[in-house]
């Protein structure tokens, strides 16, 4: 009978034992799910961030086709001036504007070229503007601005413009010595990267104080910060438009 009573207790405790064995080395693996399982939840939200504040990034800034200057080599059968013809826009090719009819500035140089052609393509390809103006005698930079008549309806909020600015050297000239670049309008509640405006404003108060130091550093510290370092000291001559500057 005691052989019998310590054999059971024997085998009691070796099965207490083996189920406590068995709970302790299934715990670290839950442990370990668990913390894998927060580790990808939170790489995962970590990820989906990233990828929002991407998107946030991507729409002010991403960079589209243009070129701000001519390519190299073009000008009217001569030496390329320098600075050459150049687009006063964002290195990304892409400016945005509140106004219905922005202006466009342009650094011109001298040159011989019969003419110059704007043109205005929205992007689904439909032209809605095109006109031709002659070539100033005065190197500078000239504006250029949108009719804001019945001839041309405002910039649609939201939709993407590319414009051309081309030089015609003769009447065979087809027409691809050009800059281009992007502009689209945002709703009136838009404050940032509002280049097309922001340069509108800076031209037209070093205009009206040719002597405010302090505007003149805002105009050049704008245009450096999207690399046209070559114009900012390049005058500020009138409008092809014949409208203010």
């Known amino acids: ?49 990233a990828t929002l504040l991407a998107l ?28 050459p013809l150049t687009a006063l ?15 466009f500035f342009f ?8 003419a110059l052609k704007f043109s205005l393509i929205k992007e689904d390809k439909d032209k809605v503007y095109e006109k031709t103006f002659a070539v100033p005698n005065t190197p500078g930079i000239f504006n250029l601005s949108l009719p804001a008549d019945k001839t041309l309806p405002p910039l649609e909020v939201g939709k993407g413009y590319r414009w051309y600015f081309q ?6 000239d087809s027409g691809d010595i050009y800059v281009d670049g992007w502009v689209q309008r945002v709703s009136g509640t838009g ?7 922001t340069l509108a404003t800076l031209a037209q108060k070093r205009r009206l104080n040719a002597g405010d130091v302090v505007s003149a550093v805002k105009w050049a510290n704008l245009l450096r910060a999207e690399g046209l370092d ?8 009138g409008s092809l438009s014949g409208g203010e500057f």
């Open 1 to 49: 009978m005691m052989f019998w009573t310590k054999s059971r207790r024997t085998l009691i405790v070796f099965c207490l034992v083996f189920l406590m064995g068995l709970f302790l080395s299934t715990l670290p693996m839950q442990v370990v799910a668990q913390s894998s399982n927060l580790h990808v939840q939170g790489r995962s939200r970590i990820s989906q961030s």
């Open 56 to 83: 946030d990034l991507k729409d002010e800034r991403r960079p589209l086709p243009g070129r701000r200057e001519p390519a190299a080599g073009r000008g009217c059968g001569v030496d390329t001036p320098n600075p």
């Open 89 to 103: 826009s964002p290195a990304t090719n892409l400016g945005f504007t509140v106004a219905a009819y922005p202006k």
């Open 107 to 114: 650094y011109i140089p001298q040159m011989s070229a019969q």
């Open 167 to 172: 030089i015609i050297c003769s009447q065979q």
């Open 191 to 197: 404050k940032n990267n509002l280049w097309y405006d």
């Open 230 to 237: 070559k114009i900012t000291q390049e005058p500020l001559v």
